[in-house]
């Protein structure tokens, strides 16, 4: 899905309106009396998987901040879209939420055909976390370094193959995104999760794959798998030996990043009512070493600055997708 210039400047323009509502001091009695009741924050993700558990920690968090509990509701199915469009068709009041995740940016265009448009029908609210991957090979691949990967794949074309939790995660548009950037040719291998892929990755039945950094990193120490790249511009202090990606091939990002967002026509006041209470949440040093026991670093934004990365993000991975001929399955 291409956003028009017209979509865009209007998903922008509804972000930049909140700063500038407030200023006028125009807030009807109705909003300042928000929330009244608890808000239900939908995460289109299982108990207990990671987005789950954020979505929990900074759910108790902004109800602080509040006045009244946040209360999750998971919603999985269909790569997220089930729980989107949920979030979508619920009433623009402040009461639902949804909790926003990368899938977000990629489905716009992995899938042929959907009942909302997620830049149009979801309106931004704050980014929370990001949280790097790194690219992981088995010990046998003999490469040390993300350019002797690519020298040793350039020689060897479809020898090596690269693992992901399934078509269209994370995982597999960093790898696309590394194959189509370094222009090498290996061999996608989808699983039906990370545990599997990562069972096989250990045992040398792939080769490479991206993950997180959590999940990984007893491995790396361990010597049962090799970090090569990490995917944000910056080092991990949990892994200071290795080098950005971007070091090899500039301006190559591919970081989870998690955020929260309203039905669309959600007033602007309870937007930036919602704004401030998440920002307070994370600026809580407590909130901040939760996020950085899952890995994450603090992602604190404008709803309009939060509105501009989900562009971006969205366009990154649209051409991502159609170059690699993506469908979902």
């Not at 919602?274 to 407590?286: E, G």
């Amino acid at each position: 899905m291409e956003m028009s210039r017209r979509q865009v400047l209007h998903l922008i323009a509804g972000a930049a309106a909140v700063g500038a509502t407030a200023q006028l001091g125009s807030v009807p009695a109705w909003a300042q009396a928000y929330p009244s009741r608890p808000i239900r924050l939908v995460a289109a993700t299982s108990p207990g998987s990671a987005p789950d558990i954020l979505a929990r920690l900074i759910g108790q968090s902004m109800s602080k901040h509040l006045g009244q509990p946040l209360i999750i509701e998971n919603r999985p199915g269909a790569g997220s879209n089930i729980g989107t469009e949920a979030v979508v068709r619920a009433p623009a009041d402040g009461y639902t939420l949804l909790l926003i995740q990368p899938a977000a940016a990629v489905n716009a265009s992995l899938y042929d055909k959907l009942n909302f448009d997620f830049l149009r029908d979801i309106a931004p609210v704050a980014g929370i976390s990001r949280v790097r991957m790194v690219m992981l090979v088995h010990p046998s691949v003999p490469a040390r370094t993300v350019s002797e990967l690519i020298t040793y794949a350039k020689a060897n074309p479809g020898k090596l193959s690269i693992a992901s939790p399934g078509i269209g995660t994370l995982p597999h548009v960093a790898g696309e995104l590394f194959k189509m950037m370094a222009g090498v040719d290996m061999v996608h291998v989808p699983y039906k999760g990370a545990a599997p892929a990562m069972t096989d990755l250990l045992s040398g039945q792939v080769q490479a794959m991206f993950v997180g950094t959590p999940e990984s990193i007893e491995h790396i120490k361990a010597g049962k798998v090799r970090a090569l790249a990490v995917t944000t511009d910056t080092r991990s202090d949990a892994l200071p030996d290795v080098a950005p990606m971007s070091d090899t091939l500039p301006s190559f990002e591919a970081s989870a990043w998690f955020g929260i967002g309203a039905p669309r026509n959600t007033p602007p006041e309870i937007v930036e009512r919602l704004n401030k209470a998440i920002n307070a949440a994370l600026s809580d040093a407590n909130t901040q070493a939760r996020l950085a026991d899952l890995g994450g670093t603090v992602f604190a934004n404008s709803p309009a600055d939060f509105g501009h990365f989900l562009v971006a993000e969205t366009e990154k991975w649209r051409k991502v997708v159609r170059a690699a001929g993506m469908k979902a399955s």
